[in-house]
């Protein structure tokens, strides 16, 4: 079994399962020392979430354990063949204070910013809104933030 910590558009259950159907929630998690950004990849016209280097700054998320098999499928599905998306290991901190060692997928490479579509934003919205255990203060400035990047509020 492997693990992932999903901190954009895979946070909910439901968008998490369409990638990896054996997708099983471990819980919400933080992620210390970065900050949820959007990024370009290096295929143009693309790109997505990005952990931003960022002293003080916080991610939260959930932890996903699914079969070895899904995880390859995700891998390929995030272009990590072509480093469109690369994996990175990290220590997360669950809600009870342990700390938790496991991957993610960021950009690499310090990408240029990237402005997401409403529909691609709306999936964050959505797993904020679903994933049990993710703060709401978190959920709510994350939500102004991408008000924000569409002009709204």
Known sequence: MKTYFAYGTLIGTEA????????QPVGAMRLEGYELDFAATSREGTGGCWLRPAEGGEVW????????ADRESMDAAAG?????WVNIPVTL????????????????????????????????RNGLATAAGIPADYAASTNRRLDALHGKG
């Open 16 to 23: 998490m399962r369409e990638l990896a159907p054996s997708a």
């Open 61 to 68: 998320g959930m932890q996903y354990q699914m079969t070895d």
């Open 80 to 84: 990590i063949p072509e480093r469109l």
């Open 93 to 124: 901190t669950d809600l009870h204070g342990n700390r938790v060692e496991t991957t993610t997928y960021t950009i690499p490479d310090n990408p240029p910013p990237h402005r997401p579509t409403p529909d691609y934003t709306d999936k964050i």
